[in-house]
């Protein structure tokens, strides 16, 4: 028995679609000259598909090879799409590779659970094109075949030569996501793996402090709570003017304090994720360059005990800050910022540290989950009471062209800051009501960053693309010295947060800059360089 030989056929079609289809995918992830630069290194092995080959067993071999190579290109473009749509961040950006570095396997399915919308849509896309790609990757070339027409003998050696010339070039070379992804994830190792040894450099800022020699202006037992928060967007709270009444009890505490209490109307962070954004509130704002000291560091050499307590089971933050305490309180030790662990264990932890005997002079850094997505484990079960009634909020979504999704997400989060006005609340409480009633107390509360929850445009999560993202609550209280009524209305930066805390703290030491300091009557704004247009900080 003998095998019919295969018919001859023209692959110029195959080369054409498989190709085509790469470039279209190419063309999500990149622009300008880089959709050149992929294409040429793309090109070696779709040309392949030009090549008459008469085993059977190598054109099958060839099909697996091509659609891989392809599939390879093609997922390294859906990749840097959703990137750029959702975050303009490319792959290797600071905030990508620290967010890559600091999650785990069980972080990136909760992420997808929250997302998988998107990853749906662009699972979808890429099992069109692998299955197209892989229909016409089948039609390759076939010995004997078609002789092709010169002017194609000519593309095809061109083109083949500008591959050999790409590869040639380092620059070319390392965008192949082969080399690139490869260099990534070592990147991120890298990055991990300085976090998770970082006592040198914890010994380096306690020494920078030392040799600082802060000092405490005011004698007498002196307690100060720092309460940062995640994801929290000031205009879901009531206490700002939102439409729900998301802050009730925020409210009757700003009512019993009067002029103890500023809201800092006109907040802001400079940063859209968590980790720049700490290590700017406690680095005092100031590039590395300048090499700054820590806030809690100096507090440590000024004579105050230092407590951290966190409802985040987070690598880079408890290496990069909180063990700079004295006390570390990590209350939620299961991995995974989607974790069901409400904010409300830490206060009883918080109690304890008011309590403690072994000082007179506390600062407590109390780290929240906030509003971190997923919304819906951010309040106890069964307590959404935004989630039957159609009030204006809904109906200014519906006319804004909100989806019913992001409709949803934006009655969750709203319930998670009802939680967290309870929370936030109860340690304000707790600090008003510690010590003799004599004592120096002070508390400040503040988010590491906003949230866009069908603000300004229908999606909900971080958000470095538009104002949400940065616009966060900022409130400070103490019991001695009315704060100063102008503070509520000057814009302030989180990145200025440690000028502020020295303030509370009572710690002074040449170097200070009180033209950063909110409550200084020296106090002088100065806009930041953000990564979206902000048309004003004053609102």
């Given amino acids: 028995m003998t095998t019919r030989p295969s018919p001859p056929r023209n692959a110029l079609p195959a ?5 085509a289809t790469l470039l279209a995918l190419i063309a999500l992830g990149h622009d300008g000259r880089r959709i050149a630069q992929l294409a040429v290194l793309a090109a070696p092995m779709v040309l392949w598909l030009a090549w008459p080959l008469r085993s059977t067993q190598m054109r099958r071999l060839r099909t697996l090879l091509v659609w891989l190579w392809a599939i390879g290109f093609a997922l390294d473009g859906a990749v840097r799409a959703y990137l750029l749509d959702t975050y303009q961040a490319a792959p290797d950006s600071a905030m990508v590779l620290g967010a890559a570095a600091n999650t785990n396997a069980r972080e990136g399915t909760e992420y997808l659970w929250m997302h998988w919308r998107s990853a749906a849509v662009w699972c979808a896309v890429l099992a069109v094109a692998g299955v197209l790609m892989g229909m016409f990757a089948r039609r390759g070339a076939v010995a004997p075949s078609v002789r092709p027409a010169r002017w194609a003998v ?6 083949l030569l500008v591959a050999c010339a790409a590869y040639a070039s380092k620059p070319w070379r390392r965008l192949h996501p082969a080399i690139f992804w490869t260099q990534w994830a070592n990147s991120v190792h890298t990055l991990r793996s300085a976090w998770a040894d970082q006592q040198k450099q914890r010994d380096r800022l306690m020494a920078q402090a030392r040799s600082i020699a802060p000092a405490i202006s005011q004698a007498g037992p002196s307690t100060v709570v720092l309460v940062i928060t995640d994801s929290i967007n000031r205009d879901n709270m009531a206490l700002y003017g939102y439409g729900r009444p998301t802050t009730p009890r925020l409210l009757a505490h700003r009512a019993q304090a009067g002029g103890q209490m500023a809201v800092l109307k006109n907040a802001w962070s400079v ?10 509130m406690f680095r005092f704002g100031l590039p590395d360059s300048d ?3 820590h806030v809690l560091a100096l507090a440590r050499a000024a004579g105050y005990k230092v407590w951290w307590i966190s409802n985040h089971d987070d690598l880079a933050i408890e290496q990069q800050h909180a063990r ?8 939620n030790r299961t991995p995974g910022r989607a974790s ?5 264990e830490i206060l009883d932890c918080v109690q304890e540290a008011l309590q403690d005997a072994s000082t007179d002079r506390k600062l407590i850094v109390v780290h929240l989950m906030g509003a971190h997505p997923h919304y819906s484990l951010r309040f106890p079960e069964n307590a959404n009471p935004f989630d039957d009634d159609v009030d204006a909020v809904e109906n200014g979504l519906v006319k804004d062209g909100r989806s019913a999704w992001v409709r949803r997400f934006r009655q969750e989060y709203d319930a998670a800051l009802l939680y967290h006005d ?16 004599g004592d120096y107390r002070a508390w400040m509360y503040l988010s590491d960053h906003g949230q866009e929850v069908g603000h300004v445009s229908d999606r909900a999560g971080h958000s470095p693309s538009t104002a949400s993202g940065y616009r966060i609550p900022a409130l400070i209280w103490r019991n001695r010295d009315a704060l100063p009524v102008e503070a509520e209305q000057r814009p302030f930066r989180a990145d200025w947060t440690a000028w502020v805390l020295a303030d509370l703290l009572r710690i002074r030491w040449n170097g200070q800059i009180p033209t950063r300091n909110v409550l200084s009557d020296a106090y002088r704004w100065q806009a930041p360089e953000m ?4 048309e004003s900080f004053s609102r």
Avoid at 340 to 344: K, R
Avoid at 531 to 534: E, L, S
């Fill in 15 to 19: 080369c054409g679609v498989v190709g």
């Fill in 154 to 159: 000519a593309l095809i050696a061109l083109l």
């Fill in 271 to 280: 940063d859209a994720s968590t980790l720049p954004a700490l290590r700017n």
């Fill in 291 to 293: 090499n700054p000291p």
């Fill in 324 to 331: 700079l305490a004295d006390v570390v309180d990590m209350v």
């Fill in 340 to 344: 069901a662990s409400l904010d409300g």
């Fill in 422 to 437: 309870f929370v936030v609340s109860e340690l304000l409480q707790q600090t008003r009501t510690a010590g003799k009633p």
């Fill in 531 to 534: 990564p979206v247009a902000i």
